[in-house]
């Protein structure tokens, strides 16, 4: 190999390890396996080799710590000023993850801002530290956040749960499911369930459960096959905005084709209604004769009205 060509190597080393570090902390021989797996390389990974790639790093403005085993880098070349106003907007976000009532977006989202702190004035990872342990606290004084904790914790087990629902005409249900998610609107707690005699989700509102048990036998990692196809038009298909469980898989001028899978059936009945001419189900033909029959329910209480 030619100086040049040697010269040419080191600095596609030190870009490749800068690019991994830019993207996640990782120890040694996780960056030596991933160097690895880029054949332009020559197999040169020694002790000595490292400490002249970090050296390098550092000497023109990069600056890794070793935390544990793992190697992290701390900044960029170029950092984002952020306003204090910004900053808090950020906190805010932050702080409010935990009411995705999902652990893995949750996460995610934690992910997002460790990235983040390398080309910012903030050093977000001890404020999701800080964020973490203060949701972790148990407050007697806090049943609903307690609640809604244990739900989420049930959500991540994926075990199957007992649940005991009230009825209007104050029958129980007691059905075995399994908990799919926690939604909060206007300050009441929604709880979707999926159970495969129902063949759907099905959403009850926490405060008509009466008891919810926590069997030891795990859920089946079920798919759910229904789906629905609806078509939003006019002003409506430039302002709609899509759910979690939703995609667009054909589009116009004036036109949105939309899927959407797993949302609870009736929800998913009364929202549609509320979009008028504007809307309209393609299949499946039972969701279209279920939607005729409340519009015509509703018309019917109308006029006795």
């Not at 798919?223 to 899509?242: A, D, M, P, Q, T």
């Not at 033909?285 to 019917?300: A, D, G």
């Amino acid at each position: 190999m030619t100086t040049s060509e040697k010269n040419s190597d080191t600095a596609l080393r030190l870009l490749e390890i800068l690019k991994i570090l830019f993207i996640k902390d990782v120890t040694k021989h996780e960056l030596i396996n991933q160097l690895k797996g880029n054949k332009s390389f020559v197999n040169v990974y020694t002790q000595e080799a490292f400490i002249k790639y970090f050296s390098t790093l550092q000497a023109i403005g990069f600056n890794i710590v070793k935390e544990g085993r793992k190697y992290k880098l701390t900044n960029a070349m170029k950092n984002i000023e952020l306003s204090n106003e910004e900053e808090n907007l950020i906190l805010k976000l932050l702080k409010n993850a935990n009411k995705l009532y999902n652990k893995d977006l949750e996460e995610k989202i934690y992910n997002i801002f460790f990235k983040v702190q390398k080309f910012t004035n903030l050093n977000f990872e001890k404020e999701i530290e800080k964020i973490k342990n203060e949701n972790t606290k148990i407050s007697d004084d806090n049943i609903k956040n307690n609640i809604i904790t244990t739900l989420v914790n049930y959500i991540q087990d994926k075990h199957l749960l007992s649940i005991k629902i009230q009825k209007p005409n104050q029958i129980e249900e007691n059905v075995i499911a399994e908990i799919k998610n926690v939604t909060e609107k206007k300050g009441k707690i929604y709880l979707t369930f999926y159970n495969s005699s129902w063949g759907k989700n099905r959403k009850f509102a926490l405060d008509n459960i009466s008891e919810i048990k926590q069997l030891p036998k795990k859920s089946a990692e079920i798919k759910i096959n229904n789906s629905y196809v609806f078509e939003v038009y006019g002003r409506l298909s430039k302002s709609y905005r899509l759910r979690t469980s939703e995609k667009v898989i054909d589009y116009g001028l004036n036109f949105i084709r939309i899927s959407n899978e797993g949302e609870d059936r009736e929800t998913f009945l009364l929202r549609l209604l509320k979009y008028g001419e504007n809307c309209k189900i393609i299949k499946p033909l039972s969701l279209q004769k279920e939607f005729i029959n409340l519009t015509n329910s509703i018309l019917k209480n109308l006029e006795e009205v």
